[in-house]
Structures are given as C-alpha cells and as structure tokens.
C-alpha cells in the first residue's frame, strides 16, 4: 500500500476512527461473551454493551431503542425493509414505490419483487437529483404499500426533501422507508419529525467498522411490522436471527456518538474543504460540471465531469488519489451510472465524472494537492483533444456535421 496515496472515497467507505478501534478492542479479546448467553456474566456483560450501542443509535435519530435492529449493514437493512413489508403486508397491497437513482440494494430488492409478481413504480429526478413530488404523489394507488426514497445519493450527493415525502406518504397512509447510509452522522436527521417509518443505517459510512448496520423500524402510529428475512435462533425480536456482532456493534454505536457530538463543526469543516476544491478547479480548468445541488447536497461529496478528456485515462493517471468513477464496468462495456443518466447527464460527459468524497481525515494541505494534480492531469490529457481544440478555437461542436467516412 503507498502511504503517501491521498484518500477521497469517503463516500465509499470511511478510515475506522482511533476512537472507535479503542472502544471495540476489549470486546474481542477480554469481553468475548455471547450477547444471547444469559446464564452468565459474560452474556450479561455484552448484552448490556449492546443494549448501550442501540441508544446510541436511537438517540441519533430521534428513535427510540427498542425500535433498532442490528444488521450486516444498510444492503441487509433495505432488504428487510423492502421485502420484509411486500411480504407482510401482500394482503393490502401489491404496489411499490422508488425512484431512479437508487442504491443498487434498494433497486434490486424492488426488481426481485416484481419477479414474484409485485407492481414497483420508478420515479424520475430532475437535474439536481431530487424526487418529482408531483409525479410520486400522482403514482400512488390504493394498492400501494410501501414508498422508499433513499435520504442522500451516494455518487452526486444530493439530499431529498424528506419531510415533504413523508407528509405525502402520511397523508395517503402509505409507509416511507429511506436508505440513509449517506446521512445519518453528516447531517441531523429526525425520524419523527420528518414522518419516517423505516430508516437503513450502516457503520462503515461514518468511521465505524465495516459489517454492522441497522435498521429502524416505527413501533406506533402507525406499528410498522414486517416479515424477517433470516431465520434462526429468534434474536432481535425475531426480526433478525443471528449471533449479534458485539464488537461491531459497540464500535457502530461509539462512531454514531462522536458523529452527532461533531456534526456542527464538523459539517462546517467539510463545507469549507469542498468550497476550497471546487472554487480552486473552477479557477484552474474551463469546462467542468458539477453533477447534483450544491444547496441540497451531504458536505463531503463533490461529483464533477470533466469534459474533453477520457474518464478511464483520467482515472488511471491519478495514482495518487483514491477516488471513484461516476461509470461503471457493466457486461463488458463501459456504460454510464444510472444516476448519471437518471439526471439527463450526456454519455460522453457522464464517461468523464468523478467522485471525490472528502472526510474527517482530510486535509487543507490535501485539497491543494489534488487539485494542483487533477488541473495538471486534465490539461495534459485536453492538449490531446482535437474537440478540445475546436472548442478553444471558438467551434460550435453541436452545428458540425461529422463525415460518416
């Protein structure tokens, strides 16, 4: 590994802060008992841990603890949600709602639905990625059961408008369940408030270990009740069968107390290093696009295209950086991200986006640096460019007529 590499994939997955390693530790070696063991102090000792970590988590939300149940992460969390409501409630309905820019694990776990012969119904964005409130309101039915709009993107960022959402589902007496993997810790969020009834949770997003997750689920008004997915030995009130992750889980609830402990300076901080990367590209390279809100939009996460260059040979001349690519490899060929194309991004421009997800270890120092690379590194690839060239020279791309030959 090179040590001198920068990270910016924060979006991805986080460094575990030294904080939370600290708190895990005796739970693996000195604290090793069965959350489930209850003949012994052992079991007692790390079901109490546990039952700590879960008003942690609550209490990040707004929720209350007993309406927590631990999971592998926010994809097993989406799928109990997802299904475990199709399932329970088949009676009363038949129809589900999403939109276009969802995590794959929410997408997916809606496609499977529809091969077992649900109705699912994909709303679309507008060009910063927020829901078409008219067209989900206008979507919904007297079968629907379930509408799960995730909080935050995770390649553009952009955060939805989750209380109007909610009020909407409220007042149609549908269920709202919403992959929050990329807001809670970064941003407050309230479930009661914003009239959520099921909210996906993962640890590895906000400095804590990889493996954990949650999942809330509303007790009252209205009772939400769900089918369990896994089937075993009865834990998390049968919700969730399982030897509960101890170590995870405390490192889950320590990474969610220092998260809203620091949100305030923290968001401040984030704010001020993304201002100071786009204000100095913007500065340094002509056609670059950010992709989402910049208004409605987690901190951290900056999602730019970069027109005239080829987004693998940009990609792969940052060996320095960490970061993603807003395309994906799929069958072989290069296509661009649903959500780049969910929010009318061209294909060519969508090839060229690149995410860069600043965090809690990042740096004034480091910002400087990738941005002194990335204009470099971009230049560099345009001087290559005869578009680029035409462009410069005053050509107005979209009146050429190209030679078929």
Avoid at 162 to 179: E, M, N, Q, Y
Wanted: proline share 2%; with cysteine; net charge neutral.
């Amino acid at each position: 590994m090179q040590h001198d590499m920068i990270y910016m994939d924060n979006n991805a997955t986080t460094r575990t802060d030294p904080r939370v390693v600290e708190a895990m530790l005796p739970w693996f070696t000195e604290k090793y008992g069965n959350a489930h063991s209850r003949n012994h102090a052992f079991g007692w000792e790390a079901e109490e841990a546990v039952e700590t970590a879960r008003a942690s988590v609550a209490k990040a939300i707004g929720a209350e603890a007993r309406e927590i149940i631990f999971t592998s992460g926010a994809t097993e969390s989406n799928n109990l949600a997802i299904k475990g409501v199709a399932e329970f409630l088949a009676d009363k309905g038949n129809h589900l709602i999403t939109s276009t820019i969802e995590h794959k694990c929410v997408s997916d776990s809606m496609k499977a639905l529809e091969r077992s012969g649900r109705q699912v119904t994909f709303i679309g964005v507008d060009r910063e990625g927020r829901i078409d409130l008219a067209a989900l309101e206008a979507a919904i039915t007297d079968k629907t059961i379930l509408i799960s709009i995730m909080a935050a993107n995770n390649e553009i960022g952009t955060v939805q408008d989750l209380a109007a959402i909610g009020k909407l589902c409220k007042s149609r007496g549908v269920l709202f369940h919403t992959d929050a993997a990329q807001l809670v810790g970064k941003q407050p969020i309230d479930v009661e408030a914003l009239g959520i009834d099921l909210l996906s949770m993962s640890a590895h997003k906000i400095y804590g270990p990889k493996g954990v997750g949650a999942l809330y689920i509303r007790r009252a008004k209205p009772r939400v009740r769900l089918v369990a997915q896994i089937d075993g030995g009865g834990q998390e009130r049968g919700l969730r069968s399982g030897t509960l992750n101890v170590t995870g889980i405390v490192g889950f609830g320590k990474a969610l107390e220092i998260a809203v402990a620091e949100m305030p300076n923290e968001r401040a901080r984030l704010r001020s290093l993304r201002d100071r990367f786009l204000t100095r590209i913007r500065e340094r390279l002509d056609h670059i696009h950010l992709n989402g809100s910049l208004e409605n939009r987690i901190e951290g996460n900056l999602n730019i295209s970069f027109a005239f260059v080829e987004g693998e040979s940009l990609l792969m001349s940052l060996k320095e950086v960490a970061v993603s690519s807003g395309s994906a490899c799929t069958s072989s060929t290069l296509e661009p991200s649903h959500v780049m194309r969910a929010i009318g991004v061209g294909e060519e421009l969508a090839h060229t986006s690149i995410r860069f997800g600043i965090g809690r270890f990042n740096t004034e120092a480091e910002v400087d640096r990738v941005v002194d690379m990335l204009a470099d590194k971009v230049s560099r690839l345009r001087e290559m460019s005869p578009l680029y060239e035409m462009v410069k020279d005053g050509v107005d791309l979209q009146s050429v007529k190209w030679s078929p030959h």
